[in-house]
Antibody
Framework: EVQLVESGGGLVKPGGSLRLSCEASGFTFSSYTMNWVRQAPGRGLEWVSSISSSGNYIYYGDSVKGRFTISRDNAKNSLSLQLNSLRAEDTAVYYC?????????WGQGTLVTVS | AIQMTQSPSSLSAFVGDRVIITCRASQGIRNDLAWYQQKPGKAPKLLIYAAYSLESGVPSRFSGSGSGTDFTLTISSLQPEDFATYYCLQDYSYPWTFGQGTKVEI
């Protein structure tokens, strides 16, 4: 069974930093592109970032480019997102999501509150 | 970035109704479009990929169509468990973009 478990969310002040993690199991992690998608309270979904299976190709949404950094450790089946220079508008549930061409599996999300 | 315009933003329907949700892309995206269902407090669930391919385990009352810029999600006979918010996603080019969502209510 595919499982994606996020952690690392919490309350942080504007300008602060946070590191989110996603532990994957139930599939060959190193074969899949992975994504982060976020959802502000009461709002829609926003794609944040993507990293290819090898880590060689990385993409960011315009709203986070230069502030967030995605990375992965295929030996540990782990995906990370470093959030720097946080703003109030970054407050959201952050989902880790598997991608085989489109997103097919999502974690349960971790809440980041910037206040 | 490609903009996805989803409509309506909300709709009221009865059990048994046929429901149609549309997504329009600001430029052609071939058939690189997916549809998701999200219930309150839960992660989204994939329903349709590549515009019209039904994800395994998803009931056949859900169907997708379209290509290029105009896409539809159809629920042929709305069931009580289908009351949720639906999103389209273009995975044609980065940055990927979602539609604004359609809330289907009783």
């Amino acid at each position: 069974e595919v499982q994606l478990v996020e952690s690392g969310g919490g309350l942080v002040k504007p300008g602060g930093s946070l590191r989110l993690s996603c532990e994957a199991s139930g599939f060959t992690f190193s074969s899949y592109t992975m994504n982060w998608v976020r959802q502000a309270p009461g709002r829609g979904l926003e794609w944040v970032s993507s990293i290819s299976s090898s880590g060689n190709y990385i993409y960011y949404g315009d709203s986070v480019k230069g502030r967030f950094t995605i990375s992965r450790d295929n030996a540990k089946n782990s995906l990370s997102l470093q959030l720097n220079s946080l703003r109030a508008e970054d407050t959201a549930v952050y989902y880790c999501a598997r991608d085989w061409g489109t997103i097919d599996y999502w974690g349960q999300g971790t809440l980041v509150t910037v206040s | 970035a490609i903009q996805m315009t989803q409509s309506p933003s909300s709709l009221s329907a009865f059990v048994g109704d046929r429901v149609i949700i549309t997504c329009r892309a600001s430029q052609g995206i071939r058939n690189d479009l997916a549809w998701y269902q999200q219930k309150p407090g839960k992660a989204p669930k994939l329903l349709i990929y590549a515009a019209y391919s039904l994800e395994s385990g998803v009931p056949s009352r859900f169907s997708g169509s379209g290509s290029g810029t105009d896409f539809t999600l159809t629920i042929s006979s709305l069931q009580p468990e289908d009351f949720a918010t639906y999103y389209c996603l273009q995975d044609y080019s980065y940055p990927w973009t979602f539609g604004q969502g359609t809330k289907v209510e009783i």
